[in-house]
Nanobody, 120 residues
C-alpha cells in the first residue's frame, strides 16, 4: 500500500511553468507504476501522464504531450510533473495516482490533489 500527497500547485500566467511533486509513503513506491490525473470544474477526471516503476515508458495525454514531463525519484519516494507552456485549459485539480494500470488507465491510490490555475 502507498499513501500519496501532492504539492506545488499555484496560480500562474499563461506560458509559465510549474512543477508538481507527489510524496509517497511506504516501501512499495518503487514497485508501482504512477500517474497524474486532473479534474477541471464541471468535467470528469482525466488522465494526464504515467510512468512505469523503473522510470521508463512515460505516456502522456495528447493535450499535454510536448509540454509536460513526468519523472520519478525512487530513492526519494517522489513523483514529479514538470509543466511548461501552461495554458488556461490546464486549470484543474491535479491528482497523483499510485499503482497505475497501463491497460485500464485506472489507479488504486489517490492523493487529495493540488490546484493549478492558469490565467490568460
Amino acid at each position: 500500500q502507498v499513501q500519496v500527497a501532492e504539492s506545488g500547485g499555484g496560480l500562474v500566467q499563461s506560458g509559465e511553468s510549474l512543477r508538481l511533486s507527489c510524496a509517497a509513503s511506504g516501501r512499495t513506491f518503487s514497485s508501482y507504476h504512477m500517474g497524474w490525473f486532473r479534474q477541471a470544474p464541471g468535467k470528469e477526471r482525466e488522465f494526464v501522464a504515467a510512468i512505469s516503476w523503473s522510470g521508463a515508458s512515460p505516456v502522456y495525454a495528447d493535450s499535454v504531450k510536448g509540454r509536460f514531463t513526468i519523472s520519478r525519484d525512487n530513492a526519494k519516494n517522489t513523483l514529479y510533473l514538470q509543466m511548461n507552456s501552461l495554458k488556461p485549459e490546464d486549470t484543474a485539480l491535479y491528482y497523483c495516482a499510485g499503482n497505475y494500470n497501463y491497460r485500464t488507465h485506472e489507479a488504486e491510490y489517490w492523493g487529495q490533489g493540488t490546484q493549478v490555475t492558469v490565467s490568460s
